[in-house]
């Protein structure tokens, strides 16, 4: 099996580098997060092996900010040579096209899907210095200090989620929005945030420490690095928030041959048993689709996000 792995990426490898690598240049790989965040941890780990895959740098490039507005137009107005590629998770495609009346750009025409690469979960965590020791607890305290209570959104998908866990358990809680997932669970830390939803990837090491405290997984089954943590489901909620998942993008108007050519060699790149085990390491399960299945399964989450939104009254002017 290794080395029919090994085979197929170096077959993949050999075909991108003949076809779609003439120009010569490093591959640009815009990210809408900031460096630490899920996001950018699984880009470099995938960025590491692509490049050594195709014998060609792979930069990335932050770009934070806007719920991901920026680091989508980017990517929007490059050239569709190959050259420049967004990773992002659902936020920055179908979040932040479901909040607003107008959708800012349209995730099916506006980028070219190219890869799905996989699914990030979340846990609901609050600081530890909250008398909060389950779900139960936590929204028993909610009630009692209605309004009193605030919570943190790094990502439109983390707003979601806990927009579904407010709306179903009748909580008031005030929102401050981030631009991103690690400058909030810093002030979640420092306690000037309550609850949020976060990755593991920037709260593991909290929880750990004592600093944190997780109350339930997104997930469907138990984490096996945290099987005290329960699911959403364990703890009597049976409509699970979205769970972030992650893909490359190209600028509009890529060629669909180049698109299969791309979804070619990332999906063989994602098959090394190295890689899956490093983005295991951060609760990061590896899932591909050509571009085809990919734009299908938007299609889908573009529809369900938009229920979500218009559920929870989260949709503005």
């Known amino acids: 099996?290794?080395?029919?792995?090994?085979?197929?990426?170096?077959?993949?490898?050999a075909f991108y580098t003949s076809n779609v690598n003439a120009s010569g240049k490093p591959l640009r790989v815009?990210?809408?997060?900031?460096?630490?965040?899920?996001?950018?941890?699984?880009?470099?780990?995938?960025?590491?092996?692509?490049?050594k895959a195709m014998s060609r740098p792979v930069v990335i490039d932050n770009r934070p900010g806007a719920q991901g507005l920026i680091a989508a137009k980017e990517v929007i107005n490059s050239d569709p040579s190959g050259d420049v590629?967004?990773?992002?998770?659902?936020?920055?495609?179908?979040?932040?096209?479901?909040?607003?009346?107008?959708?800012?750009?349209?995730?099916?025409?506006?980028l070219s899907p190219i890869t799905q690469v996989g699914e990030f979960p979340f846990f609901l965590v609050t600081n530890a210095n909250l008398p909060i020791n389950s779900t139960e607890e936590f929204i028993k305290y909610a009630k009692a200090n209605p309004g009193k209570m605030n919570y943190a959104s790094g990502s439109s998908s983390s707003l979601i989620a806990m927009a579904q866990l407010i709306g179903n358990s009748g909580l008031?809680?005030?929102?401050i929005p981030y631009n991103s997932e690690p400058p909030a669970v810093i002030d979640l830390v420092g306690g000037r945030v309550d609850v949020m939803f976060?990755?593991?990837?920037?709260?593991?090491?909290?929880?750990?420490?004592?600093?944190?405290?997780?109350?339930?997984?997104?997930?469907?089954?138990?984490?096996?690095?945290y099987p005290n943590?329960?699911?959403?489901?364990?703890?009597?909620?049976?409509?699970?928030?979205?769970?972030?998942?992650?893909?490359?993008?190209?600028?509009?108007?890529?060629?669909?041959?180049l698109r299969t050519q791309l979804s070619d060699v990332i999906t063989a790149t994602l098959s090394d048993?190295?890689?899956?085990?490093?983005?295991?390491?951060?609760?990061?399960t590896v899932t591909t689709s050509n571009p085809e299945e990919f734009s299908s399964f938007l299609k889908d989450q573009l529809a369900l996000t938009l229920k979500v939104v218009k559920e929870n009254g989260l949709v503005r002017d």
């Open 1 to 13: 099996m290794q080395r029919r792995h090994f085979l197929s990426v170096m077959l993949a490898s």
């Open 172 to 175: 008031d809680l005030q929102h």
């Open 273 to 284: 048993a190295q890689l899956i085990a490093a983005l295991a390491e951060h609760h990061i």
């Open 30 to 51: 815009v990210v809408p997060f900031q460096s630490g965040s899920a996001t950018d941890t699984a880009a470099r780990l995938i960025g590491d092996n692509l490049s």
């Open 85 to 110: 590629l967004l990773f992002s998770t659902n936020t920055a495609v179908t979040g932040i096209n479901s909040f607003h009346k107008k959708p800012f750009y349209d995730p099916l025409t506006d």
């Open 198 to 225: 976060a990755t593991p990837t920037t709260t593991a090491g909290f929880i750990q420490e004592g600093k944190l405290r997780a109350l339930i997984t997104t997930t469907k089954s138990r984490l096996d690095k």
């Open 229 to 257: 943590i329960p699911t959403m489901t364990d703890s009597g909620f049976e409509n699970l928030p979205l769970v972030p998942w992650g893909g490359f993008f190209g600028p509009r108007g890529m060629p669909p041959a």
